[in-house]
């Protein structure tokens, strides 16, 4: 199978993003670097109940179904070498979204997001895995298919615009639970949800979400 038809897999997408998984979880809840991120409502709950232990316990579930599922991949082509080559293509379409939201990024963004490096990798691996399997996974991509389902293309279309901007809209309010609201700080985040649901739907979750890891890494490491 082709790079680009493997790499756009969900399944596929998912092994690649164990990486992100890796440095969120041991950043946020080992290191203390950063505070869970807000689209993640699965390992604070294990936190609670059991600590470093129940994480472990969740990780190890992961780690065996992801072996697993490399095992099951490997019979259509999948390679380590795709997880990089991933990566690669995020920080390139990272690169592109700097360029084209640098005029506004400067004026968008509180100067409290400032942060120690540790704390910069946390909050920008939680970002890649957390919010694009909840927003653009979920939220966009569900939602336009239920809109599309067996629909015209003129449908479709509309569909597909109006789950980009409804989940892009959500996704820019969300962070206002930990940020003062600004008309340009919505108008920032508005625009980067759809360029990420543009690129969601063209080279699918796991490039997504390096490219959201990657820009974060941009910008806050820039600030």
């Known amino acids: 199978m082709r790079y680009a038809d493997l790499s756009k897999r969900f399944d596929v997408s998912l092994l690649c993003l164990l990486p992100l998984a890796a440095v969120y979880m041991v950043s946020v809840f080992f290191l203390r670097a950063a505070p869970p991120n807000g689209a993640d409502f699965l390992t604070p709950i294990l936190w609670r109940l059991g600590g470093k232990v129940a994480l472990l316990i969740f990780a190890l579930v992961v780690a065996i179904c992801a072996l697993v599922l490399f095992l099951r991949l490997r019979k259509v082509g999948f390679r380590l070498s795709v997880v990089v080559c991933v990566a690669a293509e995020g920080l390139i379409y990272a690169g592109v979204m700097a ?3 640098v005029f506004i990024i400067r004026y968008a963004l509180p100067t409290s997001l400032t942060a120690a490096p540790a704390g910069v990798v946390a909050v920008s691996a939680g970002a890649g895995l957390w919010e ?16 599309s389902a067996q629909g015209s293309r003129d449908r479709n279309a ?5 789950a980009l901007l409804v989940s892009s809209a959500l996704f820019s309010a969300a962070h206002f639970f930990c940020e003062p609201p600004t008309w340009s700080a919505f108008l920032y985040r508005l625009c980067a949800g759809a360029l990420l649901c543009g690129l969601y739907a063209l080279r ?16 806050l490491f820039g600030r």
């Open 204 to 219: 699918g979750l796991a490039v997504c979400g390096f490219c959201h890891f990657s820009f974060d890494m941009m910008v």
């Open 158 to 162: 509309a569909a597909f615009v109006c």
């Open 132 to 147: 694009e399997l909840l927003f653009r996974a979920l939220l966009f991509w569900g939602f336009y298919r239920l809109l």
């Open 99 to 101: 360029v084209v939201l």
